[in-house]
Each structure stands twice: as C-alpha cells, then as structure tokens.
C-alpha cells in the first residue's frame, strides 16, 4: 500500500462516516422538527439498549439459551437494582457483580 493510497482511504472514509450526519443537521437547522417526530425519537435509545442487551442476555453460540442461563438471573437482579434505586453506577456494578459470582458456580 503506498502512502498516497493510505490518505484516500481515510478520507473516502471520513466522506462516508461525517455526511450521514451533516445531512440532517444542516436540513433540521433551518426547519422546525414536528412534534410526532421528536415524542418517537425519545423511544430510540431505548429501543437500541434494550435490542442489544437482550441479545446478549438470550443468544449465546448462534442459538438462543434459556435453560442454564446465570445471565438472566442476573438481568433480573439489576433490573430490580435499578427500579428500587434509579442509579446506574449501581446498576452497572450489580450486573457485573452478578454475572461474576454467579458464573463461579
């Protein structure tokens, strides 16, 4: 690879990852953002945690495991850690607590 391929390749790169976000920031700066749009948007970060958490509390090996699984005892126990306390630095040391001890038996 020649040096001259190498900075094509980090700015075709960076065309690619810094447009997707230029785009709707330039659009919305100038427009008002309707109210349906902004009340469904607050359910999207939510909707990705709870995607990706679950897929890595249920599908281990390409297959979905429930019988034997010490991560949903574990998600049970943080889910209970963090309606009764509302903290996630206690939530996050639960869980990872949890999976610890539970996975040395």
């Known amino acids: ?3 001259t391929y ?3 390749l980090v ?3 960076f065309v690619v990852a810094y447009v997707p976000r230029l785009f709707p920031m330039l659009y919305f700066t ?3 953002v309707p109210s349906w749009f902004s009340e469904w948007m607050k ?3 939510v909707a990705l945690f709870a995607a990706l958490a679950f897929k890595d509390v249920f ?3 390409e297959h979905l495991a429930i019988a034997w699984n010490i991560k949903i005892l574990a998600m049970v126990l943080v889910v209970g850690v963090a309606y009764k306390t509302h ?3 206690l939530s996050v040391v639960t869980g990872l607590a949890s999976v610890f001890l539970l996975s040395m038996f």
């Open 1 to 3: 690879m020649t040096k």
């Open 6 to 8: 190498l900075i094509l």
């Open 11 to 13: 700015l075709s790169l």
């Open 30 to 32: 100038h427009r008002k």
């Open 43 to 45: 359910y999207v970060p």
């Open 59 to 61: 599908i281990t090996h």
């Open 87 to 89: 903290s996630m630095a």
